[in-house]
């Protein structure tokens, strides 16, 4: 019986009950995985029990010397991962780490102060074509703070057309282009942003939160050589724990830095200096967070030590393959897919011709065990809360061990659901096999809390 079920036999038994559900349904939501063991146990440390405000060798607190060598080793293995590191790698992929951002948003925040000052242009992808809530949101402190100007993706291919982008940023001149994406299921250029990017004087942000796993098993393209900023959570393709973390050049293209980082408005102290890390660092830390979580960047560095194995890329090139053969299979099933198909671990579906709204469906495919999450199509004509599509991804049930096979099962699954979304013994047949299916793939074999 573990500790937590004899003291606390409340709290076990819904933890034990979310485990289970893990266990036995298909976790198909694209922004969700399975972190391994090791993860698991590195979070669970009384690492969590300390205070390290600032950054190594620069502690607010006296006894950060273990705090120091774990972040400084998630620092090592990150910019290793992503071939960033100093002295190992060409000049223009240079980049700092920053493994202190509590989750996405925070990183987002940050990256956004340390480049720009409130009110400034920031152009981003509009959120009902694949932006997320961060990327400048009226109800998030991105729209609130920040002049977001979007755009979308084309009518007749869902996908990005760059001539126009350029176009829009001529025009608009903005101090931040964004990309990287939320519902995005097609290849970014990044090349071609950051060229835009530099033609109109404006620094080139990456929020590759959802395809950090990819780009680092080399799987989709890589934005390094042409960003100035790079965001990512550590918990979606990465596989980490749930967090975030923020790659910066160390050269600043657009000086002078913002005002707010630079201290003047408080009157305060700040970071003059033409380095961009040590600007986001700033807007980390003192600007956004107070002590870092650090028995999750420990994790973190675990998590950054499975990725960096070569195992990892041949789970990457699963997921992709694995959401190639899943919309493959929605397709020849008769659901509309959002630019036809994918290059990465997410598919859009428009339901718009099966009648199912992405409210129904979730919901019906929720009763067989199956996860995915509503979402907005482009040029949606629904709203946010009952849109036409669903979102569904590859990464969790890749971890699990499913293979292309499987994946063409459950398109067709996934399919006679939403065109029987009724039928009740369609959904007892397949609430059966899809427990057989989880059965096959054990996960967290043996944990019990
Ligand atoms: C592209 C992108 N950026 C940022 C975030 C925010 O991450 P978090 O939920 O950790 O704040 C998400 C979350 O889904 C995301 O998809």
């Known amino acids: 019986m573990s500790l937590l079920s004899q003291f606390d036999p409340e709290m076990s038994e819904i933890i034990n009950n979310e485990i289970n559900r893990q266990r036995q349904g298909l976790e198909m939501i694209a922004s969700e995985n399975f972190v391994s063991r090791v993860v698991l146990e590195a979070m669970g440390t009384p690492l969590t029990n300390k205070y390290s405000e600032g950054y190594h060798g620069h502690r607010y607190y006296r006894g950060n010397q273990f705090i120091d060598d774990s972040e400084s080793l998630a620092i ?181 830095p913002s005002p707010l980082i630079r201290g003047e408005r408080q009157g305060g102290r700040g970071v003059k200096s033409k380095n961009l890390a040590k600007k986001v660092d700033f807007a980390v830390f003192p600007g956004m967070q107070g002590g870092p979580l650090d028995h999750i960047i420990s994790a973190k560095a675990v998590a950054f030590a499975e990725a960096l194995r070569p195992e990892f890329k041949e789970y990457a090139k699963q997921i ?45 495919l929720e009763e067989v065990d199956i996860y995915v999450n509503k ?33 063409k099962e459950i398109g067709k699954m996934i399919a006679d659901i939403i065109h029987n979304i009724n039928d009740e013994s369609i959904k007892e047949k397949t609430r059966k096999r899809v427990k057989e299916m989880a059965d096959a793939h054990p996960l967290y074999d043996g944990l019990v809390v």
């Open 76 to 256: 090592e293995r990150a910019e290793k991962l992503f071939n960033v590191h100093e002295g190992e790698c060409e000049p223009e992929r240079i980049m700092k780490a920053n493994v202190q951002p509590h989750a996405g948003s925070q990183a987002n925040m940050a990256a956004y102060m340390a480049m720009a000052k409130p009110g400034d242009k920031i152009m981003a992808m509009d959120l009902a074509h694949g932006g997320h809530l961060t990327h400048g949101s009226p109800v998030n402190f991105s729209g609130s703070l920040f002049n977001f100007v979007h755009y979308g993706v084309e009518k007749e291919t869902h996908k990005l057309d760059m001539e126009k982008i350029r176009t829009q940023a001529k025009k608009e001149k903005p101090r931040i282009i964004l990309a990287g994406y939320t519902a995005y299921p097609r290849e970014i250029d990044f090349k071609a942003f950051g060229e835009i990017a530099r033609e109109v004087g404006a620094y080139f942000m990456v929020d590759m939160a959802h395809i950090a796993g990819l780009i680092s098993a080399g799987v989709h393209t890589d934005p390094i050589p042409h960003a100035d900023v790079i965001t990512t959570t550590t918990h979606k393709t990465l596989r980490g724990p749930r967090g975030a973390m923020i790659l910066s050049k160390i050269e600043d293209r657009l000086q002078p």
């Open 375 to 407: 979402n907005m199509v482009p040029y949606d004509t629904r709203k946010p809360m009952n849109p036409s599509g669903i979102r569904i991804g590859t990464p969790a049930l890749t971890t699990r061990g499913f293979n292309e096979t499987e994946m």
């Open 320 to 364: 992709v393959a694995n959401a190639k053969a899943l919309a493959e299979s929605l397709t020849k099933n008769n659901i509309d897919l959002v630019s036809g198909g994918t290059d990465n671990h997410l598919i859009l579906a428009d339901l718009t011709k099966t009648g199912a709204t992405g409210k129904e469906a979730s919901l019906a």
